[in-house]
């Protein structure tokens, strides 16, 4: 689904100077599949996020989508950040439409997938409400569905939910799983979170310092659909343990 071969990038300092951000990473991402990117701050990893969105350009390597050479088009991914990004002169409907809009898909086409969704996470009755009317979990739950909303083939979220409370934090994993479920889309999603990364994934990349690239590859077989018991299961602590002892070693940090 996603391929990127030998990608390179650099950003420019302010003083001029080239600096290595990502160095020789192959990542190759399954059609359906839900992967996390983890990694130390700084890294790089939103810069990866954008270079295979087509926000930004790398220097080098190739990045394929469905076999095909990106080629920075509208509409094939939905992109998702942790910061507030609703319009607050627009109601949550009529935020939720926006990639339609843009698309310029007819409303007869988008309208019910959109009362789908936002039923589904739990809106319903809320449609003509402002943003400044809403929770912070209100406002990440219309984030997402209008992330959906257009039916992108992948979803690229970058600490969706790093802002929230644990129990909010909890709650919108658990809406986005299901609607993983039920879209069958490709999900590549950033977090600094460990236990979130293992509950939410099939794969875990971990990336190393910059220059970075991709250090190791965790299959995650623990079965779903997951529910937050399993994290205290031994099987889970084991896991959790690996992964944060292989991330400090590669990132030098021994806290």
């Known amino acids: 689904m996603i391929q990127l071969d030998n990608i390179c990038f650099s950003h420019i300092a302010n003083d001029g100077t080239s600096v290595p951000t990502l160095q020789n990473l192959d990542m190759h991402i399954r059609e359906n599949e839900f992967v996390s990117i983890v990694g130390p701050s700084g890294c790089g990893k939103t810069t990866l996020l954008e270079i295979i969105l087509g926000?930004?350009?790398?220097?080098?390597?190739?990045?394929?989508?469905?076999?095909?050479?990106?080629?920075?088009?509208?509409?094939?991914?939905?992109?998702?950040?942790?910061?507030?990004?609703?319009?607050?002169?627009?109601?949550v409907l009529r935020n939720v439409q926006i990639g339609p809009e843009i698309k310029k898909i007819?409303?007869?086409?988008?309208?019910?997938?959109?009362?789908?969704?936002?039923?589904?996470?739990?809106?319903?009755?809320?449609?003509?409400?402002?943003?400044?009317?809403?929770?912070?979990?209100?406002?990440?739950?219309?984030?997402?569905?209008?992330t959906l909303a257009f039916n992108p083939e992948v979803l690229l979220l970058d600490e969706p939910f790093g802002a929230l409370d644990a129990q909010t934090r909890e709650n919108l994993q658990q809406d986005l799983l299901s609607l993983w479920r039920e879209e069958k889309k490709t999900i590549v999603f950033i977090t600094h979170d460990l236990v979130e990364a293992i509950m939410m994934s099939d794969r875990i990349?971990?990336?190393?310092?910059?220059?970075?690239?991709?250090?190791?590859?965790?299959?995650?077989?623990?079965?779903?659909?997951?529910?937050?018991?399993v994290q205290f299961e031994e099987s889970f602590i084991r896991l959790h343990k690996h992964i944060r002892q292989t991330f400090e070693s590669l990132s030098g940090n021994q806290s």
């Open 205 to 229: 990349f971990l990336m190393g310092s910059k220059p970075a690239g991709i250090k190791k590859i965790f299959d995650i077989q623990i079965p779903r659909p997951r529910q937050y018991h």
């Open 106 to 146: 007819p409303k007869t086409e988008y309208e019910p997938r959109i009362n789908k969704l936002i039923q589904k996470v739990g809106l319903t009755g809320n449609e003509t409400r402002f943003p400044s009317e809403l929770s912070g979990g209100m406002k990440k739950r219309v984030d997402l569905i209008r």
């Open 55 to 91: 926000l930004t350009r790398q220097d080098s390597g190739n990045v394929r989508i469905n076999g095909a050479t990106q080629n920075q088009t509208f509409g094939w991914a939905g992109y998702m950040s942790q910061s507030d990004t609703l319009l607050p002169w627009r109601t």
